[in-house]
């Protein structure tokens, strides 16, 4: 996404009306302190618009295994022990009625997976641990 071609039109409750090139879209958002997270494109952003300087925009698929922003685990596709490829998927979300794919950052053994289905997650809370 990038930003000379993205205009924010609107903001409506927790829903935003984005412009990109000549496409119009209605993005869902949660704030948080000052993060804004938000799903586009199947990838989860999170801008700090923190009082000063510029946004630092992240994508959650970086190299975590957090939860990106508050959310219902559905499935938890991994147990303790399984060895993963990078890129494999561990748990998914349902966050801004979207499901969000948790993926493995790196190659390795689970070591714990700290959610259970059907749990209410946070930001921030590590969802799966590698050995």
Known sequence: MSDENVTVVSVDG???EIRVDD???FVPFVVKGSTVNFAFDG???SIDV???????RTR?????TEAPMPGLVLKILVKPGDVVKRGAPLVVLEAMKMEHPIVAPHDGVIGAVNC??????QPGVELVSFQ
């Open 14 to 16: 927790n829903e935003a």
């Open 23 to 25: 496409r119009t879209y």
């Open 43 to 45: 990838e989860i952003y």
């Open 50 to 56: 923190a009082a000063k300087g510029s946004p630092t």
């Open 60 to 64: 959650h698929r970086d190299h975590s």
């Open 116 to 121: 259970a289905e059907g749990e209410m997650v």
